[in-house]
């Protein structure tokens, strides 16, 4: 594969969540990555089972799959990961400590591994051993507090903000930042990602806001929590949405000709008291036509409006398509790698990985013979699918 992480060899702990979007990230940027899955998933994992496909957390990578509760499972990892630069690992903190590879042990065999942990609380703290979902964590930062109506229960925004946006991305920023420091020192390191830890840096501006006086602890009360008439989303006469954002006087002003509105109203938006009349003024117009009516209307305006896509919409968008932003891959409709490198383009060129399809491959090309291989075949070790 090319990409810009040509070259990279990862170990992946097979998981759930961040770890796998993380891999898939490095995996589209051109990183070798191979999961190491659990025999049982092996032997139940069928390529023609609804679903596989659509697993694309799992895409550009390959799989093997190993007995960890083995007694010769712990060599054999370290074997791979003596010829890696990079092991990914989500297990709760001391997991991989009691299989006999911890951070530690596996250095030993490879100090120039960087060595990436995934945690929800993160390797020490009153709750690192308990079990938690993206929810909990984004509840004790303060974010979750922040989203949802004034009038309902905060809303969980998907798991977009522990997981994936504080949890995976912040592994990958790590474990990109660790092979950098590695190439100037020769040495690799331990990055401990907690999504508790990147939930609360991701609300680094509104703790900022916050402190300066300009954000309420009250949902929809802010600017940028559905508080502000100009920065939210409006029914049209179907039933759909528009996504409304002309945060600036000048967009707004735009947005408020285009749909027919005097653009009197855009004076002085900041003032709270002004807000519900230009809120009201707002909805009563916007339900006059569809969705696709307004949003016509008002593409290429600098208005800052959209319309609000569902999954199954977004891929046909002039926009998105044009930029192939969404691409389709055996029938499944999925992201394109992201972002984009002028010398070293990234590329999507294998489906998901198959629990175990490639054990025998994946020995041999980390220097086990054939003996070998069979051997820890033999002795359920490891396991092969198909």
């Known amino acids: 594969m090319g990409g810009p992480l040509a070259g990279v060899r990862i ?9 796998p979007f993380c891999g898939m990230v490095l995996a589209d940027l051109g990183a070798e990555i191979v999961i190491i899955d659990r025999p049982a998933r092996a ?25 960890l509760k083995h007694p010769h499972a712990a060599a054999t990892v370290l074997r791979l990961a003596a010829r890696a630069d990079v092991l990914l690992e989500g297990f709760r903190p001391g997991v991989m400590e009691r299989l006999g590879l911890g951070p530690e042990i596996v250095r030993e065999h490879n100090d120039r ?8 609380w993160g390797q020490d703290g009153p709750l690192a051993q308990s079990a938690g979902h993206d929810i909990a964590y984004i509840a004790l930062t303060g974010a979750l507090a922040a989203m949802g109506r004034a009038d309902a229960p905060p809303a969980p925004p998907l798991n977009l ?7 995976a991305m912040l592994l990958a920023v790590g474990v990109l930042a660790a092979l950098v420091e590695r190439g100037v020192s020769g040495r ?29 602890t009250e949902r929809e009360a802010n600017l940028l929590d559905g508080g502000a008439p100009f920065y939210d989303t409006y029914a049209c006469a179907d039933g759909r949405f528009l996504a409304v954002g002309p945060l600036e006087p000048a967009f707004l002003q735009r947005f408020l000709a285009v749909i027919g509105l005097d653009t009197a109203l855009a004076e002085n938006h900041r003032d709270r008291r002004r807000w519900p009349a230009l809120r009201t003024a707002i909805a009563a117009r ?7 009516t307004w949003a016509a209307r008002l ?43 002028s010398r070293t383009p990234a590329s999507l060129c294998e489906g998901p990985a ?25 002795e359920g070790c490891v396991a092969q699918a198909g």
């Open 11 to 19: 170990i992946e702990m097979a998981g759930i969540g961040p770890v």
């Open 43 to 67: 032997a139940a994992h069928d390529i023609t089972a609804p679903g596989w496909a659509g697993d694309v957390t799992r895409r550009g990578r390959r799989s093997m799959a190993i007995d």
């Open 113 to 120: 591994l960087v060595y990436g942990r995934m945690t929800g």
């Open 161 to 167: 903000v522990g997981d994936y946006g504080g949890g």
């Open 188 to 216: 690799g390191q331990v990055v401990d990602a907690a999504m508790v830890d990147g939930a609360a840096l991701l609300m680094a501006p509104f703790f900022g806001m916050l402190a300066g006086g300009h954000w309420r």
């Open 286 to 292: 916007l339900r006059e036509r569809d969705r696709d």
């Open 299 to 341: 593409a290429g305006t600098d208005a800052c409006a959209a319309p609000v896509l569902t999954m199954a919409e977004a891929a046909s968008h002039p926009h998105l398509a044009t930029r192939a932003t969404l691409v389709e891959r055996e029938g499944v409709i999925q992201p394109a790698p992201a972002p984009r490198f």
């Open 354 to 378: 198959l629990a175990g399809a490639q054990t025998r491959a994946v020995l041999a090309d980390f220097g086990f013979g054939q003996a070998e291989i069979e051997a820890l075949l033999a």
